[in-house]
């Protein structure tokens, strides 16, 4: 019974840093909490991309409460499976904070099209193109390895794909409307999710 709880604080942790304590945070330096809401019409790309977000990190909670109930069982059982999944999700917190505060000012949830935000190509900024979402996936995977049944699979499997969605429909078409050469420039040279990897 300890790996779904573990699992279920860690998520608080997440939550309550990444988002709760990093939006206060943005709302005490710039008067707004960084959430900007999902893009686009309903059933459109976009709007799919940010509710399967919202989806898989619920996800993240149902899996590990699905366990505790015993409705679900982990695929594997391995101690050893339980303290890298505790380590690799910690990890994820620490570098989705670093990379958060790397950002600064320009931080925010969704995209805003009438708004223009720096682009920081600065810090971890200057290795990879998102390196929060990779810290997220980073803590994502860490969760299912310590609950590694087949719901936070499934979970995992949305957060990846709908960070790919958000990342290529959403946001880097619209950071190249509004940086134009400067995001183009960003693009060749900076991996998109790993360092060397999706340069255009």
Known sequence: MIAPVLALTLFVVFAALGFGWRSWQQRRRT?????????????????????????AMATAV???????????????????????????????I?????????????????????????????GVFGVVRNPIFTAMLVFGF???????????????????ATIE????????PYLLTTHGEDYRDYLATVGRFVPGVGRR
């Open 31 to 55: 008067g707004s909490t960084g959430f900007k809401g999902i893009s686009g019409t309903p059933l459109s790309a976009e709007w799919l991309a940010g509710v399967g977000f919202i989806a």
């Open 62 to 92: 149902v899996a590990p409460t699905l366990q505790l109930a015993g409705l679900v069982r982990p695929l594997v059982e391995s101690s050893a499976l339980l303290v890298a999944g505790v380590v690799i999700a910690v990890a994820g």
């Open 94 to 122: 620490a570098a989705t904070l670093y990379a958060q505060v790397d950002m600064g000012e320009s931080w925010r949830i969704g995209v805003d099209a009438s708004e223009t935000t720096t682009l920081v190509r600065r």
């Open 142 to 160: 860490g969760l299912m390895l310590i609950t590694p049944n087949a719901v936070a699979v499934a979970g995992f499997l949305l957060l990846l």
């Open 165 to 172: 969605a958000q990342v290529r429909i959403v946001e880097e």
